[in-house]
């Protein structure tokens, strides 16, 4: 790329918008190449694919068919996709090391009434990407924000893993450093939803150890490697035996860790006793032993004796 078109990218991008106003908005599937609508002014958030370009949903491409203004985060990345399906619009660089500089442009540009796709290089925006600064500025700015929803590699690895989908957690990536990570682990111990984190190739060995030792060897977990690619790979199995299977491979490719749920350690004999006393000082012992059944996950009428024995007879009908 050229300096002025470097140059462009960052600060011009509002005028480029004006212009590309004289462009016809198309974009082709296969050999049709079909028409995109005008776009409503405001930021639109568009997910694209994680691995196989056929994943890319039709509004996807509607959108960035009909945006005055791409934003992404590698033009070289976001290139192929728009060339795949046969959009012309040209794509601007909005990442972390020029977000300071870009992303005002980008805001002047939907406040003056233009339709701006943010787009990352794989997935939903905003998941691990700078995204998250613009859309918060738009939306502080009472500009419309629009989610054009596909693919999610959290989400499809969730869907894969086999693990419990009824509740789960999106944690981003692990720290590096084996401290950290462990600390971070700790705090997810009891969580009782299926964890999902980011891994790279080089760590994957260290965060399996550091998991199968901090959650727990026996604990459910999956691997999911280059989901929707060539080489797409899902290795289910315990933290300790993923652990061992990893130990010395050779790893390459992008990865979702995907780990099942914890749950809470049941309450000690004393945390129940005092439990019940503190709830006793306030409500009959019927309804202190309701209340305290349904904190604890513990057999009411065991906590009603448990209560009765602590504080001697009560009267008929406190129960």
Do not use: W
Not at 222 to 246: F, H, P, S
Not at 286 to 307: F, I, N
Not at 313 to 318: D, F, Q, R
């Amino acid at each position: 790329m050229t300096r002025n078109k470097k140059k462009s990218a960052g600060e011009n991008a509002a005028g480029d918008a004006a212009a590309a106003e004289q462009v016809v908005r198309t974009f082709r599937i296969g050999a049709h190449e079909i028409g995109a609508r005008p776009l409503t002014p405001g930021l639109y958030l568009v997910s694209t694919p994680i691995g196989n370009l056929g994943d890319m949903t039709i509004r996807g491409l509607e959108t960035l068919a009909g945006a005055d203004i791409i934003a992404c985060e590698d033009t070289r990345v976001s290139r192929v996709l728009l060339d795949r399906y046969g959009i012309v619009t040209r794509p601007y660089a909005y990442h972390e090391h020029n977000a300071e500089r870009v992303g005002p442009k980008l805001m002047e540009a939907l406040v003056g009434g233009k339709s701006v796709a943010l787009i990352s290089d794989a997935g939903t925006p905003l998941v691990s990407d700078p995204g998250y600064r613009l859309s918060q500025t738009a939306i502080e700015a009472g500009l419309p924000v629009i989610p054009v929803p596909g693919a999610s590699a959290p989400m499809a690895a969730l869907v894969a893993s086999g693990l419990p989908s009824d509740a789960f957690l999106f944690a981003g990536f692990l720290p590096s450093k084996d401290k950290a990570r462990r600390d971070r682990l700790a705090t997810f111990a009891t969580t009782e939803a299926t964890l999902m984190f980011f891994e790279s190739p080089n760590r994957l060995a260290a965060s399996l150890n550091s998991a199968s030792d901090v959650l727990g060897a026996e604990r459910s977990a999956a691997v999911c490697r280059e989901l929707t690619k060539a080489y797409e790979e899902i290795r289910r199995g315990t933290l300790g035996e993923l652990a061992a299977q990893y130990q010395d491979e050779n790893v390459r490719g992008e990865i979702v860790l995907v780990i099942g749920p914890g749950s809470t350690p049941p309450p000690s004999e004393g945390d129940v006793d005092a439990l019940l006393a503190r709830l006793a000082s306030d409500l009959p012992a019927g309804k202190a032993a309701t209340e305290a059944a349904r904190l604890t996950g513990l057999p009411r009428k065991d906590l009603y004796s448990r209560l009765l024995a602590m504080k001697g007879p009560v009267t008929k009908g406190e129960a």
